[in-house]
């Protein structure tokens, strides 16, 4: 394992863009952008290439962790922020000093099986991850080596 590798989260609703989405793109990599919350914000700031994401669908029956991407390119400034046309523009941010930002990911696998919500609440071993948490609606949140680990064995991926 890289030293230094750290693991996330990044939810996005199927019908928005789906980890089969990501697998069609242009050489499997999309810009993660629209991220609008400054505590998930401050997590893709930490991010560094060759993190690995577990990808989360939310807003779906029933949500689940469907695969698993990995960190391409670090954090640059959301275009979106400053585009008047765009659902995430944010009038009081200006190029000179963005105030949000995004990364890029590429595609890894999907699970043969997704683990649901239900799924992973049950394994003893995920109670501390931050998506199990009561209220925990972040839509890219960090995650342990350990809960990477349990949740890679559940979905029986390498």
Partial sequence: MA???????????????????????????????????????????????????????????????????????????????????????DPGSVPSAPRWDMVDIQYRQTFKTSLSLDRLRQESKLKGMVLLQKGSRLSVQPVTEAEWAVVLKLAGAK
Avoid at 61 to 73: I, M, N, Y
């Fill in 3 to 89: 030293q230094g590798r750290r693991y996330w989260l990044m939810k996005s609703e199927p019908r928005v863009f789906s980890i089969e989405d990501l697998a069609r793109s242009p050489k499997q990599t999309t810009c993660w952008d629209g991220v609008r919350n400054y505590q998930a914000r401050n997590f893709m700031r930490a991010m560094a290439a060759g993190d690995r994401v577990l990808f989360y669908h939310s807003n779906a029956e029933p949500p689940a962790v469907v695969g698993v991407a990995e960190v391409v390119r670090t954090t640059y400034p959301d275009a979106t922020q400053f585009d008047k046309t765009s659902h995430h523009y």
